[in-house]
């Protein structure tokens, strides 16, 4: 970009005005004066001549670096561009501006300074008149300045003087307020950074008008949960209501920039929305925010890798983590620049983009092929328990429902548990006996432990899970498992009967089983009682109705035998979502 770019509204200026803007980047400050008087009259004597507020950037070398026509929020510096940007210390650059009214700072401009971490910023106030001196000099245009700052203080982002006159402002010690500032901004940061090692997480939702209160808040909890379970501690949540999602930006420029302004006051290096974002939007906050941006569909991404611990868990996570990266290859810079359409604007050669793209479906396609042999091999396995004919339950529910919980009480499985959303991820199948209570004959049972389900299921997970998910529909039974002691246990029966609808192949019939008894109130579990006269309520932290449980097990298995043995498969007129609730009508 040259040296001499004119930022903000140029519509309307002349070419000599231009002339003037440009002529500022020859000024030069002293390094140790926020401005000096001869500068200032300048810069009002050209704001004045255009009719216009003007901004100009100045680094400690006492060079302007930027000039702009407009408010500070105007022309301010992307984050990207700033020499230096952090929380423990300011840009390395003031601003000096001009206004109109005789009124201090406005909360807009001061937001800017804030986002852009100025030194400081100079706001002068014009007369709207003035004379230049025949040497050359410009005199009379600025009636009092305002001197603003940020501090590092729990309560305040920054302090505004009251009005000063010029001189004073010009006389202030630069270097003494900016290594003062930057002192303690540094010790409040190492203060923050004690004992943290891991991202601080600023949490934002969006409340749609498809959406109630009860939902949106427990959509925030639960991606509260999942942040922590990734590893992230969450400082700092803020929700905005809108109609729609902003297209660009998801939220809307005001909530931007107290997005990126909450941010720099808690720490934050995370902002983590509360919803899928496109690439494009992704690429627009970050620009706006300076922080890293993601959503909760890579929050779960990274807690599947995390978990995953077989060879078949860690392929299935690399491949949705890669189907979920392709479409998101954007690069930064030449090196990574998307290639344009039409003759002569490839160039000699490929770009890194392309290439990197050809070697992402390579891998996306080798991958592919070893999940289906996983897919084959459990196939296999299931195969060979159905041609001993021994009956299957599959184990399913919302994540942290306690799946894994009850199968170690059922079968000593000594399957890793956690109070943690995905503490478990590969499926686990083991073998359950039960006594029949009427012929005391011992009953054979598979039970295995599927990953857990939870709401807005990303479809790159989907797919890339499906020989787990087979689990599912392959089984004889499924057991269908609540944690009665979560605020949104309704909720989270309709997205796992929602997930279970969208099986290519419908399920068989299904338990409804209540966890965690023994953490709910008389009112809750009356709640459920009346709304699932047939579900089941145990406890398997406490061991309490697992001897019931295993005998309604049996129940359910005879069931689904016999009702494959009659009706060989539910009809196809039946929609997938009938299906489903037929599968739920076992006594």
């Keep these: 970009m040259p040296i001499e770019t004119i930022f903000g509204n140029l519509q309307g200026l002349k070419p000599s005005q231009i002339k003037q803007l440009q002529r500022l980047y020859h000024q030069r400050l002293p390094g140790d004066r926020l401005t000096t008087p001869e500068f200032a009259q300048r810069l009002a004597a050209v704001s004045t001549e255009i009719g216009q507020p003007v901004c100009a950037y100045i680094n400690r070398r006492g060079q302007v670096i930027r000039v702009g026509v407009g408010t500070l929020r105007q022309t301010q510096i992307p ?12 840009s390395g ?37 003035g004379f230049e001196r025949r040497g050359g000099g410009a005199t009379g245009y600025i009636r009092e300045a305002y001197l603003a700052h940020l501090i590092p203080h729990p309560e305040a982002n920054w302090t505004v003087s009251p009005p000063l006159s010029l001189d004073r402002v010009s006389q202030q010690d630069f270097l003494e307020l900016t290594e003062g500032l930057e002192s303690e901004f540094r010790r409040e940061f190492v203060a923050q950074q004690v004992e943290v090692d891991h991202d601080r997480a600023l949490l934002v939702g969006i409340m749609t008008d498809n959406l109630s209160a009860q939902q949106f808040q427990a959509g925030l909890e639960e991606l509260a949960r999942l942040v922590e379970t990734a590893g992230g501690d969450v400082v700092q949540v803020l929700s905005q209501k809108r109609a729609h999602p902003h297209p660009q930006t998801v939220v809307g420029e005001g909530k931007v920039q107290e997005i990126a302004l909450a941010a720099q006051t808690v720490g934050a290096n995370l902002i983590v929305f509360d919803r899928d974002l496109s690439p494009a939007q992704v690429r627009n906050l970050e620009a706006q925010i300076g922080v890293r941006v993601v959503d909760r569909t890579e929050v779960i991404l990274d807690i599947f890798a995390q978990r995953a611990q077989t060879g078949a868990g860690k392929l299935q996570v690399e491949l949705a983590q890669l189907e979920y990266t392709m479409p998101r290859l954007i690069g930064r810079g030449r090196d990574m620049s998307r290639l344009g359409g039409g003759i002569g604007t490839r160039g000699p050669g490929e770009t890194k983009l392309e290439t990197e793209r050809r070697a992402i479906q390579r891998r996306i396609a080798r991958l592919q092929q070893e999940v289906n042999q996983i897919q084959a091999h459990r196939a296999r396995l299931r195969q060979r328990r159905q041609h001993r004919d021994v009956p299957s339950v599959a184990v399913v529910g919302y994540t942290n429902a306690g799946k894994s919980t009850l ?17 478990t991820l590969d499926p686990t199948s083991r073998r359950l006996v039960v006594t029949d209570a009427e012929t005391q004959e011992p009953v054979e049972l ?29 089984a004889d039974a499924l057991l269908h498992l609540v944690d009665l002691s979560h605020p949104a246990w309704q909720s989270q029966i309709r997205s796992v009967m929602k997930i279970l609808s969208e099986m290519p192949i419908t399920p068989g019939p299904a338990l409804l089983v209540f966890n965690k008894i ?11 009682q009346s709304e699932f006269p ?43 979502a009938q299906q489903s609730r037929r599968s739920y009508d076992f006594p």
Excluded: W
Excluded at 534 to 563: C, E, K, N, P, W
């Design 79 to 90: 984050p990207q561009d700033l020499p230096r940007y952090g929380a423990e210390r300011l």
């Design 93 to 129: 650059i003031r601003c000096v501006a001009t206004k109109f009214k005789p009124e201090p700072p406005s909360s807009a401009a001061l937001t800017a300074m804030a986002l852009q971490r100025l030194d400081a910023l100079v706001l002068l106030v014009m007369t709207g008149e």
């Design 407 to 423: 199968l170690n009480a059922l079968t000593n499985a000594e399957v890793y548990t956690a109070d943690q959303l995905f503490a």
């Design 446 to 474: 598979v039970l295995t432990d599927t990953v857990g389900f939870i709401h807005d299921l990303p479809p790159s997970l989907v797919d890339a899970f499906r020989a787990t998910l087979e689990e599912v529909t392959e």
């Design 518 to 528: 023994d953490q709910v109130d008389g009112d809750t579990l009356a709640l459920a």
């Design 534 to 576: 047939q579900a089941l309520f145990i406890s398997a932290g406490d061991r309490l109705g697992l001897g019931t449980l295993r005998q309604r097990l049996l129940q359910l298995v005879h069931y689904a035998v016999s009702m494959n043995a009659e009706m060989g498969e539910l009809p196809a007129s039946d929609s997938p």
